[in-house]
């Protein structure tokens, strides 16, 4: 199956040799080509060019793009995608004055979303997942990371594992699942956190290793949560199942999280609400990509992550949604992108690089997404006739897409 899109007004995001990742004053550049073709072939980009240099080819569908943009699908590097219903009435109370943290407090929060992922079937959850996930793969995310953590229990946090790789074979969008057991302290080990720590380390790990779920380890290491201590001991046991840590830190408080991240050669440290000096020079001297997750600082209004400070500093950054029943209701990474222009002042080059190329990288997924290069998967936008790429963050509220084409599959 051969699909040709010819006079496409700009190809974004063009790398004849993809870079694994983009860094500092690089993330201001965006290398296009103006009046554009790209051909794809089945699931894979197999050529692009200049429309001055497009050769006969007899294509089986062939798509107009004129006066449309075409750039690589988002690469949502972090989300909680898999959960139970919704959480609905927390942001009710917390409009009426109760802080997230102290919701969390009350038995709320993580807890209460882990309640009702324990009594939902995994069939019904999965059919809950799917319906998230069509919605994001029609909002332009191509690539995915889908974490456990709203189980809790063994046999929780495997259904959660289970239905991601069940999405990741029924949909055309890469999916990277991450164990993040240790979100919270369940109700069942309340003043036990050693307990619960080590039934992750000798129970769950093992099992989920064993299943082969999982790409990656997470822990939110926050105060009130996961101390600095129980991250060392966590991912050093993750390593010897071969799984990389990609963790939460710095949402509300520098402990430290960053520190051990790096020191463990994580993937990526995500959200950094708060960053100190010390964590942008570990960060400076490391393969680990800070993630930025700024429709939770919308939500919850918190601080934004100081994207401008890590960029200006030499530092990559990645942009995701968070997606999640409790700080992110919201999977839309055309919000995320916008919002990191509005709110923490990133250009709309660098804000693209973020959601595409270095999204990729933090979940391991640079050899096959984030750009438009040859044998890349088949996963791009097509936006509707638009000015320039600048509208797209710039028509925040906006539905700027006109079609997606999924590993190949075009979307309506
Ligand atoms: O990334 N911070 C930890 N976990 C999630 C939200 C958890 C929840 O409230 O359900 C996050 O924001
Ligand atoms: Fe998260």
Redesign the pocket.
């Known amino acids: 199956m051969k699909l040709l899109l010819r006079n496409i007004k700009e190809l974004l995001q063009v790398r004849e040799e993809a870079p694994l990742k983009v860094a500092g004053t690089a993330m201001k550049e965006l290398p296009s080509i103006s009046n554009a073709w790209l051909l794809i072939e089945n699931d894979i980009i197999s050529d692009f060019g200049a429309m001055a240099t497009l050769p006969k080819i007899s294509a089986d569908k062939t798509i107009d793009c004129t006066g449309k943009i075409v750039l690589p699908s988002w690469c949502d590097s972090?989300t909680?995608l898999v959960y139970a219903g919704n959480?609905e009435q927390e942001f009710v109370d917390r409009i009426n004055g109760l802080s997230?943290q102290e919701i969390?407090e009350k038995g709320g929060?993580?807890l209460n979303?882990a309640k009702k992922l324990q009594e939902t079937s995994e069939d019904s959850l999965y059919a809950q997942s799917a319906a998230r996930l069509e919605e994001v793969m029609r909002l332009g995310t191509g690539a995915i990371e889908i974490k456990s953590?709203?189980g809790l229990t063994t046999q929780a946090e495997l259904k959660m594992l289970r239905v991601a790789k069940r999405l990741g074979e029924n949909y055309p969008v890469a999916i990277k699942t991450t164990f993040l057991g240790a979100?919270a302290v369940p109700a069942a080990y309340k003043g036990d956190k050693e307990g619960y720590l080590n039934l992750i380390i000798s129970e769950m790990l093992p099992k989920v290793a064993a299943e082969k779920l999982v790409d990656y380890v997470d822990i939110?290491c926050?105060e009130g949560y996961f101390s600095v201590e129980d991250t060392h001991t966590l991912l050093s046991a993750a390593n010897g199942y071969g799984l990389i840590p990609k963790i939460?830190v710095n949402?509300f408080n520098a402990i430290g999280g960053v520190q051990a991240g790096v020191a463990h050669d994580a993937l990526s440290v995500d959200?950094l609400e708060v960053v100190t000096n010390d964590d942008v020079a570990v960060l400076k001297n490391s393969n680990t990509m800070p993630v930025a997750?700024p429709s939770?600082s919308y939500f919850l209004s918190i601080p934004y992550t100081p994207g401008r400070k890590l960029i200006d500093a030499g530092l990559p950054l990645a942009l995701a949604t968070?997606y999640?029943?409790?700080?992110?209701p919201s999977g839309n990474m055309n919000f995320v992108v916008a919002t990191a222009c509005i709110k923490m002042k990133l250009t709309p080059e660098e804000a693209i690089n973020a959601a595409t190329i270095n999204g990729a990288y933090a979940m391991g997924l640079s050899h096959s997404h984030g750009s438009i290069t040859k044998g890349k998967s088949a996963s791009v936008i097509i936006t509707k006739e638009i000015p320039s790429y600048n509208y797209l963050p710039y028509a925040f509220g906006s539905n700027c897409i006109d079609k997606v084409i999924a590993n190949g599959e075009i979307l309506e």
């Open positions: 972090h909680h959480r997230y969390a929060g993580i979303s953590g709203y979100h939110f926050e939460h949402q959200h997750l939770c968070d999640n029943p409790g700080s992110t």
